[in-house]
């Protein structure tokens, strides 16, 4: 089992920055890729970033350049920094992983956060 702790969403207006935080605990031997994934109402989920535990990343078209995404392994915590917001960034985002488990690491979870809201308002 894992267990995540997102935290960073709020209300911000459009230009602002805000960063986003996913910290995962448990019986984790560790984590390959993270990454970070947002829904707006009445949409599609839509897959934002995800960085490789060696620090490659991959980006939306509609983030590059605003949006930079790092991690921690040593905390098995990833980051989103979101600058330059616009109001079509507004949606719930969530963090997600590929995590082996257990002393051996012969378990497996692919987990998702639950989410935090950011708001943009232009």
């Known amino acids: 089992q894992v267990q995540l702790v997102e935290s960073g969403g709020g209300s911000v207006q459009a230009g602002g920055s805000l960063r986003l935080s996913c910290a995962a605990s448990?019986?984790?031997?560790?984590?390959?890729?993270m990454g970070w994934s947002r829904q707006a109402l009445g949409k599609q989920r839509e897959l934002v970033a995800t960085?490789?535990?060696?620090?490659?990343?991959s980006y939306a078209d509609s983030v590059k350049g605003r949006f930079t995404i790092s991690r921690d392994n040593a905390k098995n915590t990833v980051y989103l920094q979101m600058n330059s917001l616009k109001s079509d960034d507004t949606a719930v985002y969530y963090c997600?992983?590929?995590?082996?488990?257990?002393?051996?690491?012969?378990?497996?979870?692919?987990?998702w956060g639950q989410g935090t809201q950011v708001t943009v308002s232009s």
């Open positions: 960085i490789t535990r060696g620090g490659g990343t």
């Open positions: 997600h992983g590929d995590a082996f488990l257990g002393a051996l690491g012969t378990g497996h979870s692919d987990f």
């Open positions: 448990g019986a984790i031997f560790r984590i390959d890729t």
